[in-house]
């Protein structure tokens, strides 16, 4: 079976220049296009969104670590690169495919172009495949690894696909040392922010409502976080198997920690690692729940949010809080001054719906 992009000429990047490159999955499916970013042939496990906006948020997140990121939105780049909207401080997805890229940018505060951004990260491109067709794959068969290659794949390309996996995902983008964010309040609240691949939008979220952040690599022990005396603790995004062996020393941590008295808030990742520390299990979703548009309902209101969302994994369990409207899966935990959401209620890119939940965790430890 294979696909062939179609490529419009009008919207083609240097048509003449851009060189052909193949997209080859595990299942031996392969499309045509042509590259852009850097030029170089990698493997990784290929995820889609559905944003169709925040594309710099989507590249920047950590929690892509070890990914192709592939955008359902059809024309990606068209307001620039925007260094003040990073989540982090560079790209550590695998790849990033788009169906057109924009090479002329319309807007103020634009700094660069998609391509120049990929190129400056060293990040393979893909564009002018059927977008469409490989989202419809993905839907049906699960998210699958992919290799993009420069000459028509072999059957050596396919194996490489099919071995691929990502491991040591939380140790390759947590910071490596303890990071001080101050906020405009005299007397601030204080906040010990664990990162496992944590946005810039969680911080930002916290200090603006008027937290210091003492941002601690991912592996640190609980009486180091205790000896700054927090009010509270905040569990971040990430990437990864939140039950890959790698974690476990993590998630003992976690167990210690709730058992302090402490409020602690977990999201994403921190959601799915506070759950497993409470003796839940987790399960690779078919295809994951990633854009800004994921409707989540809450089951002690029965309103319904839109969320924005980043993840392949889920909590196990009749007790959620939130859950998701689409799929029924658990969105959210409650255990009581400690709580966790599986979406992203900082949203950035995306709505605000549910940005209350910080007042939540705030009023917590000053009630």
Request: proline letters at 4%; aromatic letters at 10%.
């Amino acid at each position: 079976m294979s696909g062939k992009g179609v490529i419009n000429l009008q919207n083609d990047i240097k048509a003449k220049s851009s060189k052909k490159a193949y997209l080859i999955l595990e299942n031996g499916t392969v499309f045509e296009g042509k590259s852009f970013g850097a030029v170089r042939e990698v493997t990784g496990e290929i995820v889609f969104t559905t944003g169709m906006t925040g594309y710099i948020e989507t590249l920047t997140d950590p929690s892509y670590y070890g990914q192709i990121i592939l955008q359902t939105f059809p024309l990606i780049g068209n307001y620039g690169i925007i260094s003040e909207d990073f989540e982090s401080k560079d790209i550590k997805a695998k790849a990033y495919i788009v169906k057109y890229p924009c090479q002329e940018p319309s807007n103020f505060r634009s700094e660069d172009k998609l391509d120049a951004f990929l190129k400056k990260n060293n990040i393979t491109g893909l564009y002018g495949i059927d977008t469409r067709q490989l989202t419809k794959i993905i839907r049906d068969n699960g998210v699958m690894n992919g290799k993009i290659t420069l000459s028509y794949p072999t059957k050596n390309d396919l194996m490489g696909a099919k071995e691929y996996y990502v491991k040591n995902a939380v140790a390759s983008v947590s910071t490596r040392k303890i990071i001080k964010k101050e906020c405009n309040i005299k007397s601030p609240h204080k906040v010990a922010l664990l990162d496992f691949g944590a946005k810039n939008g969680i911080t930002e979220a916290l200090t603006k409502r008027g937290c210091e952040v003492w941002i601690f690599p991912y592996n640190t022990k609980p009486k180091e976080i205790l000896d700054i005396k927090p009010n509270g603790i905040m569990l971040s995004n990430g990437p990864g198997d939140p039950a890959e062996p790698a974690n476990v020393e993590i998630i003992e941590n976690i167990r210690e920690l709730m058992q302090t008295g402490i409020p602690v808030f977990g999201i994403c990742l921190g959601h799915q690692l506070m759950a497993l520390a409470m003796g839940y299990k987790t399960q690779k979703l078919k295809f994951g729940h990633r854009g800004a548009n994921q409707p989540v309902k809450d089951l002690s209101t029965g309103n319904v949010y839109i969320t924005s969302q980043n993840h392949g994994y889920s909590v196990i369990t009749n007790d959620s809080s939130f859950v998701n409207v689409n799929d029924g899966t658990c969105e959210g935990l409650d255990y009581g001054v400690c709580f966790s959401v599986q979406f992203h209620p900082e949203a950035r890119g995306g709505p605000l719906d549910t940005s209350f939940l910080f007042e939540r965790f705030i009023n917590s430890f000053i009630a």
